[in-house]
């Protein structure tokens, strides 16, 4: 019985399992509100969302003081709506500025990778130069095309010359084998 109890409250050891609510807790990306911000600030940036606004605010104005007294709900002069647009501005103005910091942050972080990149090309192109700068050194003792073709000139030169001392050598002074004979 004993050993039946300790099953059932478990080890020391090792955590409980948590309790079971009835009502999950909602969960949302971390992200979430920062992507909506941007999203709001990119759409508040937009022609569309001033053109929008502009006809809201005209016809907000036209009803109120075209239509009759009793079908108004805003009189001159238009506490509404300037409490409706002071609702917008305050909370326009901290999800903008929301919205820069994550643009901010972005670009700091790119910043910071093309700094790195920047750094390694660097590194790169300076072994490049010492690389390069050892094979011209060592080129430079070794025979280049036209070095190698003077040189061969050269030694056909040389090899024609001998040649013909040879001939001159081999000639008898008189009759040479080479002269046609007439009989």
Known sequence: MADTRAASRGRLDTPRDLRRTLVKRPTFRADAFGSFAEAFA???????????????????I?????????????????????????LQASYAAPLILLAQNRQEDRDRAIAEQDRRVASQSKADMEFLARETASLRMALGEVATRDYLRSELRLLLEELEERDRQRDLVDQPSGDSGDSPRTT
């Not at 036209?62 to 647009?85: H, K, Y």
């Open 62 to 86: 036209g009803w109120n003081t075209l239509t009759p007294t009793q079908w108004r709900f805003d009189e001159f002069p238009f506490i509404f709506l300037t409490l409706a647009l002071s």
């Open 42 to 60: 990119r759409y508040m940036g937009t022609a569309r969302f001033i053109a929008w606004m502009t006809m809201v605010v005209v016809v907000w």
